[in-house]
């Protein structure tokens, strides 16, 4: 019989200090992130803030109830459908049961108040997103301390899992002097989620996401920071991935963008359209004939090219431009184009219109004012005939009576069968794209909407950061994937 090998001693740390391991050099891991100048908020439920990169932020910063449609189990141990609240008018009851240690970055617990505060901002405030939903809640009820949230409604949402995402810390918010649209002009107050916003240093164009240590879930985040870095031309983006400055970009393109960094070694160059169109959306401060007659003045390829500043990488439809301006000459005062100033393409294309509509001897000017004034205010009161805005709503948000404070119905249309076909659509009994159908045909009498382009996206990847694939056009479109990049170590 063999004899079994003797097992190895151990060895004590006093008698071989010379085997101790070396400690692990750490490396704080910091994404850097090249991105369009921010004009606008940072608040991803408001349509004047809307943009891939807001969406990205409030995916990193922001708790949802769900998440890419399956329960977040992070924040929620459960949300399911139950009895009805016995009462009038309650036709559907959804409970969320909130884990115990989920907790905003201050230390206050994520509660009910997050809720209501989102419920009570997207049913009542204009220029919101998604609203039509949240307008079908009539209220919120809690136990447990506020863990257990029980919501009501009125009508019944089958889609019911797509609401509180991105819920806002209500503690910091709900008290505020400023509007909903401008609550969150200059900063999150406060995180949920993996990040938090650590600084906005608006004169250096850099927004700093750090880690948040107070994130209670099995998945912290991967890096320790997230650097968001304004790219003011295509030279200092050129140059910033050249030095490592940044590891990838998601900007607007430019005429010689797509050609300058497909020159650079080592990088992969993409375009991806998103969900936002520059639109000229006109109402019924004019008439139906009299909309149809601006939508012909509307030469959608030039707008479009002196809006952007580009001939090349321009999403333009197809159009038969064949203008007439009998009634429009007739109407004995300028056609109002509303714009907010804010955003400098919006305004570049409401301008080369009133350049346009003059040219065929139609009196235009402008009237800017933010969007939420817009849609609250001069809308309302017949101040404005038509808006130029960049726009990613939904067409239940776009044609939903929703008097006397529009979220996102730029046109006062206002119709009880259209409402009735919204409410089957948001019951589950219609499917989206019968309204869709339905929508189509509201345009094709009503003469209310001209598409200007499409927003595209210019994604530069540089060698220095790993991702779900080698290949780029493999990765997810949006930017709120970045959760799942790290830089590439030495």
Not at 120 to 136: I, M
Request: proline share 6%.
């Amino acid at each position: 019989m063999e004899k079994e090998p003797e097992a190895t001693p151990a060895t004590s740390a006093a008698s071989s200090t010379s085997a101790t391991p070396k400690p692990e050099k750490k490396t704080k891991k910091t994404l850097s992130i090249g991105i369009d100048p921010i004009t606008g908020g940072l608040n991803p439920h408001v349509l004047s803030d809307d943009s891939v990169f807001v969406r990205a932020l409030a995916s990193l910063v922001l708790p949802s109830a769900f998440v890419g449609g399956e329960i977040n189990a992070d924040l929620l141990t459960s949300a399911q459908e139950i009895e009805p609240a016995a009462g009038a008018g309650v036709v559907q009851t959804v409970r969320y049961s909130i884990r115990s240690e989920a907790q905003w970055s201050d230390g206050t617990p994520i509660t009910v108040s997050d809720f209501q505060y989102l419920w009570e901002a997207k049913s009542t405030n204009p220029g919101v997103l998604d609203a039509s939903k949240y307008r079908a809640i009539t209220g919120i009820r809690s136990s447990n301390g506020g863990r257990t949230v029980e919501v009501d409604f009125a009508t019944k949402i089958a889609n019911w899992k797509t609401l509180f995402s991105s819920l806002l810390p209500s503690h910091l918010l709900r008290d505020s002097d400023a509007s909903f649209a401008s609550v969150m002009a200059h900063n999150i107050p406060a995180s949920g989620w993996k990040y938090s916003l650590a600084n906005v240093d608006k004169q250096r164009g850099i927004l700093t996401l750090n880690r948040n240590d107070r994130f209670w879930g099995k998945n912290p985040a991967k890096n320790e920071t997230i650097t968001f870095s304004e790219v003011r031309d295509v030279a200092q983006g050129a140059e910033m991935l050249r030095a490592g400055q940044i590891h990838y970009l998601d900007i607007t393109p430019t005429e010689v963008a797509r050609e300058t960094f497909e020159l650079m070694p080592n990088t992969q160059v993409r375009t991806q359209e998103s969900p936002l169109k520059l639109q000229l959306i006109a109402n019924l401060n004019l008439s139906e004939a009299q909309r149809a007659e601006l939508q012909s003045l509307v030469d959608r390829r030039l707008i479009a090219r002196l809006a952007m500043g580009r001939s090349s990488d321009l999403v333009v439809g197809p159009e038969n431009y064949d203008p007439h301006a009998d009634l429009l000459t007739a109407l004995g005062r300028d056609v109002r184009i509303g714009v907010d100033p804010a955003d400098p393409h919006a305004e570049n294309a409401a301008r080369a219109l009133v350049d346009l509509l003059a040219r065929h001897g139609v009196g235009a000017k402008l009237v800017t004012a933010d969007i939420t004034s817009l849609l609250g205010t001069k809308l309302i009161d017949g101040g404005v005939d038509a808006i130029m805005t960049w726009s990613s709503a939904n067409n239940l948000d776009r044609y939903q009576c929703s008097r006397p404070k529009p979220a996102t119905n730029f046109t006062n249309w206002c119709n009880k069968q259209t409402d009735a076909e919204i409410r089957d659509v948001l019951a589950g009994a219609r499917h989206p794209e019968d309204f869709n159908l339905i929508a189509g045909n509201i345009e094709a009498s009503q003469h209310f909407t001209t598409d200007i382009t499409k927003d595209l996206r210019l994604q530069v990847r540089g060698s220095r950061i790993v991702g779900p694939n080698p290949q780029s056009d493999q990765w997810p479109e949006e930017l709120a994937a970045l959760a799942t990049w790290t830089p590439k170590e030495d």
